[in-house]
């Protein structure tokens, strides 16, 4: 089983930039990729972005795409979000994931699930 830990999240203003680090412990041998998702409220969760764990290739939601970057320090088993150029309609609790096979990655469905940071940003 991996347990996932997620910080960095804050309140910051439109334009500015965070950095959200994800450290998996437990059966990381196991872990295929990592991603991130977002819930805002009153909406559903959506997906933010993947990293594959041994090649290092991402994709990204088209909403991020060009402005966040996921990024991963195998020797930490830490996975990072780079959130650059934030805008208000990015403010949301953000989770990091892991996904344990390919099929998982592709289908956007994780096995696993940090606890969530909150990242607020204000006009």
């Known amino acids: 089983q991996v347990q996932l830990v997620e910080s960095g999240g804050g309140l910051v203003q439109a334009g500015g930039s965070l950095r959200l680090p994800c450290t998996a412990s437990g059966r990381t041998f196991s872990n295929y990729a990592m991603g991130w998702f977002r819930q805002a409220p009153g909406k559903e969760r959506e997906f933010v972005g993947t990293?594959?764990?041994?090649?290092?290739?991402?994709m990204y939601a088209d909403a991020v795409k060009g402005r966040f970057t996921i990024s991963r320090d195998s020797d930490k088993n830490t996975e990072y979000l780079q959130m650059n150029s934030l805008k208000p309609e990015d403010t949301a609790v953000y989770y990091c994931?892991?996904?344990?096979?390919?099929?998982?990655?592709?289908?956007?469905?994780?096995?696993?699930w940090g606890q969530g940071t909150q990242v607020t940003v204000s006009s």
């Open positions: 994931a892991v996904y344990e096979n390919l099929r998982g990655a592709l289908t956007k469905t994780p096995g696993t």
């Open positions: 990293i594959i764990w041994n090649t290092g290739n991402t």
